[in-house]
Antibody, heavy 117, light 111 residues
């Protein structure tokens, strides 16, 4: 069965960096885009980034462009979200999900990132 | 960016009664490939979102047939024919035609 699982969240100070990981299984990993979505406490869903199956095409929300970087290792079925220059408004539960064309089908349970001094 | 506007934002419903959520986009969601990438997600309290509907009206496997999606262009609707207690949660529309965006969410609760 399709599974995605995030890890790497934690408490960091403003300006610091963090790298999230997403491990996937149950499907041909390189065939699918993978996306990151975040949800601030008590708020709605915000798309953050996605990348293509080959890793050659990436896109970012304006709110994270220039600070976040997405990448993947298809040999290990892993996706990474490198988050630099973190700010308080980046505090959220970060979900990794599988992304067929134009949609999202399987979501992980999320990993919590807290940015606070 | 395409703005997705849901209404209402709060929807108290009586068990067994129908419910309807509207989602409007600031631009047409018809992609150059001819498809319309509009999805609906349900997020129950304390859980990850779950997709219910994709490409406007295609129901996911395991989703009860009381859920249906419709619409075209910039105007879309999610309908629940008879609300059950397990339907409580927040519902989001999302467009995947342009740079992806979500609606604000509609909270469905039982009266």
């Amino acid at each position: 069965q399709v599974q995605v699982m995030e890890s790497g969240g934690g408490l960091v100070k403003p300006g610091e960096s963090l790298r999230l990981s997403c491990a996937a299984s149950g499907f041909i990993f390189s065939d699918y885009y993978i996306t990151w979505i975040r949800q601030a406490p008590g708020k709605g869903l915000e798309w953050v980034s996605y990348l293509s199956g080959s890793g050659s095409y990436t896109k970012y929300a304006d709110s994270v462009k220039g600070r976040f970087s997405i990448s993947r290792d298809n040999a290990r079925n892993l996706v990474f979200l490198q988050m630099n220059s973190l700010r308080a408004d980046d505090t959220a539960l970060y979900y990794c999900a599988r992304a067929p064309i134009g949609t999202i089908d399987y979501w992980g349970q999320g990993t919590l990132v807290t940015v606070s001094s | 960016d395409v703005v997705m506007t849901q209404s209402p934002l709060s929807l108290p419903v009586t068990l067994g009664q129908p419910a309807s959520i509207s989602c409007r986009s600031s631009q047409s969601l018809v992609h150059s490939d001819g498809e319309t990438y509009l999805s609906w997600f349900q997020q129950r309290p304390g859980q990850s979102p779950r997709r219910l509907i994709y490409k406007v009206s295609n129901r996911d496997s395991g989703v009860p047939d009381r859920f249906s999606g419709s619409g075209s262009g910039t105007d879309f609707t999610l309908k629940i024919s008879r609300v059950e207690a397990e339907d409580v949660g927040v519902y989001y529309c999302m467009q995947g035609t342009h740079t992806w965006t979500f609606g604000q969410g509609t909270k469905v609760e039982i009266k």
